[in-house]
């Protein structure tokens, strides 16, 4: 079982910057692909980004890109997203997931979410 842990999330002025971290109990997080979703009030959960083992290659959401960078740091079990240039249409809760399998798409583990607030 993976607990994961987000951090970060407060109330910020549109232009802003934020940093989310999350981090991965047990000690296979080096192996998991990680990614960050987020949810909108009233819309669906939706990906935001995400990260392969090695951290060398990162996908991202067409809306985000160019404004955030996600990274992880496997000896301190951590993921991270820098959010900049943030937008009120940034504002949603941000969870963390873990995807064990290689070549799977499937996120099994999801931490409990953040709120990130963007205001005009």
């Known amino acids: 079982q993976v607990q994961l842990v987000e951090s970060g999330g407060r109330l910020v002025q549109a232009g802003e910057s934020l940093r989310l971290s999350c981090t991965a109990s047990?000690?296979?997080?080096?192996?998991?692909?990680m990614g960050w979703f987020r949810q909108a009030p009233g819309k669906e959960r939706k990906f935001v980004a995400d990260?392969?083992?090695?951290?060398?290659?990162?996908r991202y959401v067409d809306s985000v890109k160019g404004r955030f960078t996600i990274s992880r740091d496997n000896a301190k079990n951590t993921v991270y997203l820098q959010m900049n240039s943030l937008k009120p249409e940034d504002t949603a809760v941000y969870y963390c997931?873990?995807?064990?399998?290689?070549?799977?798409?499937?996120?099994?583990?999801w931490g409990q979410g953040t709120q990130v607030t963007v205001s005009s």
């Open positions: 990260i392969n083992w090695s951290g060398g290659s990162s």
């Open positions: 047990g000690r296979a997080f080096s192996s998991y692909t």
């Open positions: 997931a873990a995807n064990p399998v290689r070549g799977s798409s499937r996120y099994d583990y």
